[in-house]
């Protein structure tokens, strides 16, 4: 089991944001893609909850988007073309849809944090890993998931045929 150790607070040795964060990808990827999907969204939200108070704020998440991207830009070029492509995507969302806007799409009770419930909100989890979740349509409130997309709901339900 993976410890607090790596998350997204600014102080972690002398070890730059993206370099920690390229560590905690590697350890949390086999657990994804392996161990039922609550064990990989909580390690992912103990990641980026900086101050440890269980929840998501907007100013953590704006943090863990710069690393994101920092540590895209340092390692992007090693990953595999889908990967990439896959990155490129989420940024390109991310960026579109505004990461403020994103945030309150989400912010269900509007007190401004993000707690697990939330973030899965549109998601039924079970014991199977993340991905196999995500792609069961069954699982997933794909319509909910992407009307949260706020202007690029209607780009989003072209990904999710009914
Ligand atoms: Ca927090
Ligand atoms: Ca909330």
Redesign the pocket.
């Known amino acids: 089991m993976l410890t607090s150790l790596y998350n997204a607070s600014p102080s972690f040795g002398n070890v730059a944001p993206e370099e920690a964060f390229h560590v905690f990808i590697q350890e949390i990827s086999p657990i994804c893609q392996y161990e039922p999907a609550d064990v990989c969204v909580s390690l992912a939200m103990q990641y980026a909850d900086a101050d440890g108070d269980g929840?998501i704020s907007l100013s953590e998440l704006q943090d863990l988007q710069m690393v994101v991207q920092a540590w895209s830009a340092r390692y992007g070029d090693s990953f595999p073309a889908k990967t990439r492509s896959g990155l490129l995507l989420g940024q390109f969302l991310v960026n579109s849809a505004g990461l403020e806007a994103l945030f309150a799409g989400f912010?269900?009770?509007?007190?401004?944090?993000?707690?697990k419930e939330?973030l899965l909100q549109d998601t039924r989890l079970d014991e199977r890993p993340l991905g196999m979740v995500l792609l069961d349509p069954d699982a997933v409130d794909r319509h909910a998931l992407a009307s949260r997309f706020g202007s690029l709901a209607p780009l989003l339900q072209q990904f999710f045929p009914q």
């Open positions: 929840l912010d269900a009770n509007n007190d401004g944090y993000l707690s939330e």
